[in-house]
């Protein structure tokens, strides 16, 4: 089982395997029949208070993967997800975000064992 995770503005790829949206909001300028989503879990995505505070800051990281595992614990979002990893192969977490070492995609995949 691999976990990756890829900005949804990046093309499709066979590779991808089950491929799911981890945004609270689509994305901008991505037409959703184009997306090739399997899934949209807008509910195991940071709460909006959550991800205005954040706001990407590479100083507050820490203090977000940890408030973001804390609203996830125990919720029937990230169980959901959890099922979804070991059913599939291959999935790849998308996300929208310019910064790609700093979202939620990347505190997800390591909460999901990925590296």
Do not use: C
């Not at 205005?52 to 408030?67: A, G, I, L, T």
């Not at 310019?98 to 997800?108: H, I, T």
């Amino acid at each position: 089982m691999a976990i990756k995770i890829k900005r949804i503005y990046e093309l499709y790829s066979p590779s991808d395997g089950y491929r799911v949206l981890v945004d609270r909001l689509w994305p901008r300028g991505v037409k959703k029949s184009e997306a090739r989503v399997d899934r949209w879990m807008k509910e195991v995505a940071p709460s909006t208070a959550l991800r205005q505070w954040f706001d990407h800051d590479e100083s507050k990281w820490n203090e977000f993967v940890s408030r973001y595992h804390s609203e996830l614990k125990g919720s029937p979002a990230i169980q959901e997800l959890i099922a979804l990893r070991d059913q599939h192969k291959s999935i790849t977490l998308l996300f929208g975000a310019k910064n790609e070492r700093y979202n939620q995609a990347v505190a997800l995949m390591k909460m999901l064992g990925g590296r």
